[in-house]
Nanobody, 123 residues
């Protein structure tokens, strides 16, 4: 497993920006993926964005496409989420996660989680 520590959450006005960071410690393999998830009170946790840590391929939930950008600094084992044009509905606890896509499988098995960082967007 990988240890993950997030930072960068906080409050913003609608239309504003925030940048989340997540530092990983432990082994990063060729089939390691990292991602950002979020959970608002009363809602299920949802995947926001993911990235293949080795080749940089990305995926986003439709609601954040064009507004959020996931990236990583491989040498520093650091994951980022740049959030622009924030909306009140983006308010949630954001979690960094790491996982493995095993051979022959489509989905990533997410097995490491950070402690979460709160993002609050006011209108």
């Amino acid at each position: 497993q990988v240890q993950l520590v997030e930072s960068g959450g906080g409050s913003a006005q609608a239309g504003g920006s925030l940048r989340l960071s997540c530092v990983a410690s432990g082994s990063i393999y060729r089939n390691t993926y990292m991602g950002w998830f979020r959970q608002a009170p009363g809602n299920e946790r949802e995947a926001v964005a993911s990235i293949s840590f080795v080749d940089g391929n990305t995926a986003y939930v439709d609601s954040v496409k064009g507004r959020f950008t996931i990236s990583r600094e491989a040498a520093e084992k650091t994951l980022y989420l740049q959030m622009n044009s924030l909306r009140p509905e983006d308010t949630a606890m954001y979690f960094c996660a790491a996982g493995i896509r095993y051979p022959g499988e489509v989905d990533v098995t997410w097995d490491s989680w950070g402690q979460g960082t709160q993002v609050t967007v006011s209108s």
